[in-house]
């Protein structure tokens, strides 16, 4: 099993930044990749960033060039520096992380990010 706390949400204005990050722990040695997923009011949760394993990412094409995603290896942590922060990124942020041999997905609690315009 693996345990994941997000942090660093809030409110901010269009054009502002926030980090959020996800503090795994548990089964951290399964961990194959971890991402972010966010959910707006009345709308699918869709993936937004990831990091493999190896170092790979991806972002979806609505976050490519203001959103970059790191990890920190020492405190199994994964970040999500968001820059250039428009209303339509307001969201419940997720984190995410596949674990395992069967991919098995673990998800935090969710933190709220609020963009103003």
């Known amino acids: 099993q693996v345990q994941l706390v997000e942090s660093g949400g809030g409110l901010v204005q269009a054009g502002g930044s926030l980090r959020l990050s996800c503090a795994a722990s548990?089964?951290?040695?399964?961990?194959?990749?971890m991402g972010w997923y966010r959910q707006a009011p009345g709308k699918q949760r869709e993936s937004v960033a990831f990091?493999?394993?190896?170092?790979?990412?991806n972002y979806a094409d609505s976050v490519k060039g203001r959103f970059t995603i790191s990890r920190d290896n020492a405190k199994n942590t994964v970040y999500l520096q968001m820059n250039s922060l428009k209303p339509e990124d307001t969201a419940v942020y997720y984190c995410?992380?596949?674990?395992?041999?069967?991919?098995?997905?673990?998800w935090g609690q969710g933190t709220q990010v609020t963009v103003s315009s």
């Open positions: 995410n992380a596949l674990s395992g041999k069967d991919y098995r997905s673990n």
């Open positions: 548990g089964s951290i040695f399964s961990i194959n990749a």
């Open positions: 990091i493999t394993s190896g170092g790979s990412t």
